[in-house]
């Protein structure tokens, strides 16, 4: 389905989720899974191919810190999506490659002449005219015969701002009114964010689709790597060592990958020492110590209990810890509330099944040894 070698197919997985969307009673699905774990790449190598073989027009949004506004991302793909009829072009192209400018096909409710926008310059409160618009578009893409598959990457980032509000009440009620020409898959990697859209009573999508748990990589992967990276270089690596390096990267697809590209870049490396490398790499790369200094003492405080493992940062034993960290009484509730948004709006840590956790357990860890260095 991909030419990248380097891709795992997830051949199977791809088949019992489009059947599931397409032919089953599912209306949508929600597929939920921590940042890093192999969500994106499944939605754009696995799923969307898959999709597009089958005679069904795919189209891919990633709201994940975009520089444009959620109505600019979605006016942008579906008009693309009109005129090219392919998903391709979405999923390769970065957002930071769009046009400010983008014509309309058709005019704006009330309006007789079609319609030129600033992409740039939508920001604030959606224009009621441009969310009328925006429905129209999901009206010319709807087909009742061969569903047109929504991927909706990330979408936890709508709930972050109140002023996307009427945007993603017009984003339900246009996937209600077509649930036979339109199917949708929104993935998210934040509970806190994905609970405020599709959990709570009150949220927008409350009980709308169903929800799924995307199925962890197994030792399978591990040996896809393997056989491609002798296939690069000749060299083998010891596949009981590659699985125990899979488990100490927290079986993430995004660090494992870039191990093995390391080791098939440096033959001097042995795997332990290629950890180490990769660690202090993506360190930099994701640029822990940059976040790091965004926090507050008490932030730090909390994130620190997180990473050694607390998993009710309110108990009176985690404030007292946080407390000795700061080298004053615990602090109250309220306070560690306040740090814990502060964490969760930087995305440094989430709530997943009721416990907090740092999001990424490498930043966890990281921030242990951050603070053992100390």
């Known amino acids: 389905m991909t030419d990248d070698p380097w891709h795992y197919p997830r051949n199977d997985l791809a088949e019992r989720t489009f059947n599931v969307l397409v032919s089953g009673p599912a209306e949508a699905l929600t597929l939920f899974a921590p940042r890093r774990t192999g969500k994106t790449e499944f939605l754009r190598k696995d799923l969307a191919p898959y999709a597009q073989k089958k005679g069904h027009q795919v189209i ?38 769009f046009g400010p400018k983008l014509k309309l096909s058709a005019p704006l409710p009330g309006a007789k002449a079609e319609a030129e926008i600033d992409l740039s310059s939508l920001k604030g409160e959606p224009p009621a005219e441009l969310i ?53 898959i929104f993935t998210g990697s934040s509970r806190e964010g994905l609970q405020a859209m599709f959990s709570e009573r009150e949220a927008p999508f409350f009980h709308f689709g169903t929800s799924l748990d995307l199925e962890p990589l197994d030792e399978s992967f591990v040996e896809h790597l393997l056989e491609v990276s002798k296939k690069s270089t000749g060299r083998s690596i010891e596949r009981l060592k590659a699985i125990s390096a899979f488990e100490q990267l927290h079986r993430s697809p995004y660090f494992f ?7 098939t870049l440096r033959a001097d490396l042995s795997i332990e020492d290629g950890i180490a490398v990769l660690r202090r790499q993506m360190a930099d790369k994701l640029g822990y110590a940059e976040v790091w200094l965004k926090l507050t003492a008490i932030q730090r405080a909390t994130a620190l209990q997180l990473a050694l493992g607390a998993k009710k940062p309110f108990s009176k034993s985690t404030r007292v810890a946080i407390g000795k960290v700061l080298d004053t009484k615990q602090p109250s509730i309220d306070k560690v509330q306040t740090a814990l948004r502060r964490l969760a709006s930087l995305s440094v840590a989430d709530r997943w099944s009721g416990e907090w956790l740092i999001e990424d357990p490498e930043f966890a860890r990281w921030i242990v040894d951050t603070d053992k260095q100390n």
């Open 257 to 263: 990958r870039g191990l093995i590209e390391l080791l």
């Open 132 to 184: 009328l618009y925006l429905d129209d578009l999901f009206g010319r893409l709807e087909n009742k015969k061969k569903p047109t598959l929504l991927l909706l990457d990330e979408i936890q980032e709508l709930a972050r701002d109140k002023e996307n509000r009427s945007l993603v009440a017009s984003l339900r009620t246009s996937l209600d009114t077509r649930d036979a020409g339109l199917k949708a």
């Open 60 to 97: 891919y949004v990633s709201f994940w810190r975009a520089p444009l506004s959620p109505l600019a991302l979605l006016l942008h793909s579906l008009e693309s999506a009109l005129k090219e009829n392919s998903i391709m072009s979405r999923i390769g192209g970065a957002v930071s490659s």
